[in-house]
């Protein structure tokens, strides 16, 4: 209930800051008998991991992921699952004047008021977000064939021409277009000119079964934008048509339906807060990174006029980094339903086909 | 955990539906001895009530609020307040061939492949909320000063110019602006095309506290965006500068902060997760009505083709009676926050000055 | 999380105050597709009435129960099950000086630190929880053929022979056996002497699954245990062999297996917390009632000394009512972890045959 | 909602095998700005080492506490705090026919069931809860002044005198006598029987501020009874005078209040499910230990008949061990309702003065 631990059912449960000894996650509720063992995790850790290009933060952190309990015999045996990544690069490290002032766009001021003090140490525990959605992705895979996939659609005033989802592995900003070189041009100019640019990303998921969200509060849709509001930097996020839907007609946004499917996708894969079994769209919106080194007005601890640059390793756009976050995420939130769906309607027999389930395997 | 209940300490469960016999809700956690009675919470829902101008539906539910339980000679006392809310108008209806086939844009279907059955008179449970924001808003009036306001900025392609906040009350639309003649013509012209159109509407709130959210999941704006997600039609959300953040450059968007106060809000009030006393901003896209009496192609519930076409009275822009139940759902999740922040850190002493805090009751 | 909620799946949130316009609960959880209509729950009001023995309280308590929500033509629709009852009594009360002094053994003093202000009529929403258990109970013989019996074994120094089930039915006392004149006779002195006396109640249920419990915080006897606790005036709980087993040998208190199934049950049914498939068994120790009309030394609101004398119509033995009560609670809980167990494990295969199953419906 | 999370504002998370790699526990919601280090967790922690007499297990479990996560510079940061505990003597171990057979008394049978596979390993995570219970302790003492004690109160046959509780920390039983040559002799001969015991334990907490419990399901004496029944083996749970409340009359059982405070303590620091800043009594039935070496029918996982001997250093009375678990989760109790007492009720004035309040710390 404070906040830190992700889902009901499928719950995961952080710690760890990202300077000090270690960050992990516990996750409680996983089904027993699956197969896991680290390089199931390990794969989507390194996906996101720094010092990969120059567009990202040289820090080269290990993010060896290690199964602490929970796991016998190389199968999941139902009680929590603690995964654990040590930091390896823990030197003791000069955080210079960061806690005598409050740099803007950053968290200083609202956590020094909240809790009285602050841990330079930083809060970023997105490597055990991963780790978690990694186990949530594989079940889901397992179970009904489910996939996640994200890409980067446009970052600063880029847009990125979305040619095939093949692409993205092949290039540091998770873009689905075969040549990046504009990309990196731009990132170049913006790291000289002491700068950062915001982004968007998309994910989807595919093959997810009909029928998961609770109608009213905790809708499919909106635990989504709980779970991509959470990511870091994050102001915005669309499902399907999102904002473009205020100009639409409602003649043009109904999905219509026929016998082989939907045949359209507005909806983003979610109606009245519940999967139609349509592809999910989630389309989201992340700020420029906060610390840069172009100097900016603030005030100091004493309440007193500061001048604040920030030195030291720093993405120029945090958004870089963020896709497989994003998947991750999308992927917690479906595990969760999933479990949800079936504890209240696991009984539930329906006539009408399934129009999208031809993909799914047998539940 | 079944997606009713909205809130951890401040919890509100809903219930009922549209064309039953009662909706309402139950609020547990609401600090005792706060001066409560239904008037305060009547005006809320009249604010939305249908048949007050062309624009929305003709039915006329009167909404009248009753006080169950939780309240005792004018006071809260900390129990369950129940708020029922009994449906006047509940004659036998005729759903037509609502039940055999699926509306496009409905959720029709996804209901009737989670729960193998579907309930034809409504979830709608859109006054309860209202009614329970109305608790909140009381609450947090008379602890912070905290104010809530709303307003639409888009119908369709009318985007709507921001000149008063005074102008909301004076309009069938919650339009900040004096003239609305075009907005009239506008929906006029929908309306005989037998279409309808989506809206953008905006939300803030004034006077909150510093310090509301938690940093990782339950971050103030993850929550706030679950909460407006959670509406009906709701595909898009923004917080603060929200998807223009992607534009922005860093040394832009990152609002400075100076001893009188933050010089700019792209943050829409929150960094980190956590309010920084500075108006939170909120925005959200709403989908066309899909009740629209075009003809469109969908399915019937043995599979095969089917042309639907609903009847009946809906309004063309769903939109329209939105921001009062955007204003209760962000009043909802800053009163949650507020019984979380304290129950924490209630001992905090923070040395430095609360630059946006002239403006607060004291605590 | 403000306490008023009970179980997590298959959630029941209470208002209301006895002597209240209405008390009630919503059920968030109900599988769809189950027959529910009032008849169902009025059953078990009915049992607990009170004015229907000289024994227990005189009030004429209708209890007539309404469904208000999340049944349609006769079956759950899975949304939220609202069961109002209306207090058709509620005449204006005289509560005498009950609100300046603070009754020994009653909750008066607690109450007033705890809010600040006390509600004089009454807190009791047993009723609601008698409501929701029929709901439980009736989804858990439909779907395992699970049942739920409870009698009283003691009443002050009267232990009560247990003879059959048959008779619990037949007299006030929910006792099983035939001739309860001794119980009469002690009741009635206890009347006269102006006393009051504690009970112990003992409840059972049988064809419960194996598998039922989470295995380290969330027992299912721990939960038995919360719900136990949590009905008024109780002050112990056992499971099984409970507090004897304190002197057992660990060679007689484990309960031997055979292919045929257990051969005792001192385990009370859980073992690890997990059900084992025999019949759950619970007793708990009941207080004596403490609104007596013996005068007692006490405080008043001031803080001086005062003689407190308790007039009006209390049950000398609040343990009287209390059996139905225990079984609805111990409904509720195995109801919550049916959904619980389902939603992490559905898909578990287990080789070993349940050697106690041959009694449960196919599942 | 997996059940390995307790509390809801100071909200604990266990996980970890006996014999894994590592046990722990993360803690989310601890209040910011207390000081904190590995020693305030060790010396808990140590109390109940196995190993160090030769009643309990020769297993040399060196529980080193390590801070994870949490604390910068001495002092908690309000974010999650984790406690890992490595398992130092984790050879590769012979389980022999564990997984073959089913032991009487044991939870082998239920967790088969449940999971469908078994992880030998061992459940146990009762170093982490004395970690989680060490942190609770030590912030309810700083602000309130409460402190917690526990003793054994009987081992099998043997009754065991109250004598002071400055004994306690001088024998292996956590007994409250000088001499306890009469239990070390029953233990002797209990071990060389080839069998174990049960045993009962007391635990009490002091100085608990007036007002905490919410009067509904979450009452504190329920919660108390859940963490009590949740511990391993316990079978029952008395608050206050317990089951010996059946017998009492109401004149006897009603504690008298007196300006200077209550008269009596029937009530075990409880009316209502809420504290009255008396002293907590609480008390717990232990069964005795089911892995003995005494020869017992049972099945094996085909189902057929087997014969059970449990080798391997066991305790032959596992409630010799229990009393620090039990004070540690009386604490986390105590912890969570203090938080969401003043998260409700932080404004409530009471004008009544406090008659046991002289000994708490200013709030």
Redesign the interface.
């Known amino acids: 209930?404070?906040?830190?631990?992700?889902g009901?059912?499928f719950?995961v449960?952080?710690?760890?800051?990202s300077h000090?000894?270690?960050?992990?996650c516990?996750i409680?509720?996983?089904?027993?008998?699956m197969d896991l063992c680290e390089a199931d995790i390990q794969a989507d850790l390194d996906r996101r991991r720094p010092g990969t290009s120059r567009h990202v933060t040289q820090r080269n952190e290990l993010d060896a992921v290690?199964i602490?309990?929970?796991v016998?015999q190389g199968?999941t045996?139902?009680?929590?699952?603690?995964l654990?990544i040590k930091n390896t690069d823990q030197r003791s490290k000069d955080y210079g004047n960061i806690l005598e002032t409050?740099?803007?766009?950053?968290?200083?001021?609202?956590?020094?008021?909240?809790?009285?003090?602050?841990?330079p140490?930083g809060?970023g525990?997105s490597s055990a977000r991963l780790a978690a959605g990694a186990v949530a992705k594989k079940w889901l895979l397992g179970?009904y064939g489910t996939t996640f996939k994200g890409c980067m659609t446009?970052v600063?005033?880029e847009a990125i021409p979305f040619e095939s989802w093949d692409h993205v592995a092949n290039n540091p900003f998770f873009a689905p277009c075969a040549d990046v070189s504009k990309l990196e041009a731009y990132m170049d100019a913006l790291r000289k000119a002491g700068?950062?640019?915001?982004?968007?990303i998309r994910v989807t998921a595919s093959n997810v079964p009909?029928?998961?969200?609770?109608?009213?509060?905790?809708?499919l849709?909106?635990?989504?934008?709980?779970?991509?509001?959470?990511i870091?930097a994050v102001?915005?996020?669309?499902?399907?048509?999102?904002?473009?839907?205020?100009?639409?007609?409602?003649?043009?946004?109904?999905?219509?339906?026929?016998?082989e499917g939907f045949?359209s996708n507005?909806?983003?894969g979610?109606?009245?807060?519940?999967?139609?079994?349509q592809d999910l769209e989630v389309s989201i919106?992340?700020?420029?990174?906060?610390s840069?080194i172009?100097p900016?007005?603030?005030?100091d601890?004493?309440?007193?006029?500061a001048e604040v640059v920030t030195k030291g390793r720093h993405d120029?756009c945090v958004g870089i980094r963020a896709t497989p976050i994003a998947e991750a995420l999308l992927a917690l939130v479906v595990m969760d339903h999933a479990?949800?769906?079936?504890?209240?309607?696991?009984?539930?027999?329906?006539?009408?086909?399934?129009?999208m389930r031809s993909r799914l395997k047998p539940v």
Do not use: W
Request: neutral net charge; aromatic residues 6%.
């Open positions: 209930m404070s906040g830190n631990t992700f009901n059912l719950a449960t952080n710690f760890g800051e000090g000894p270690a960050i992990g516990v409680d509720g996983c089904p027993p008998g290690e602490l309990s929970g016998y199968k045996t139902g009680t929590p699952i603690c654990l409050f740099r803007p766009g950053h968290a200083d001021y609202a956590y020094l008021h909240k809790y009285g003090l602050r841990d140490r809060g525990r179970q446009q600063g005033d700068d950062s640019c915001g982004a968007r009909v029928g998961l969200g609770e109608p009213l509060y905790d809708k849709d909106a635990d989504i934008a709980h779970a991509m509001m959470g870091n102001k915005g996020v669309e499902i399907g048509a999102g904002f473009a839907s205020v100009t639409q007609r409602g003649s043009t946004h109904g999905d219509g339906l026929a016998p045949q507005n909806a983003g979610v109606l009245g807060g519940i999967s139609t079994g919106a992340i700020k420029p990174t906060s840069i172009t900016r007005q603030s005030i601890t004493a309440g007193n006029p120029p479990l949800r769906h079936r504890a209240q309607n696991a009984d539930v027999v329906v006539s009408t086909p399934d129009i």
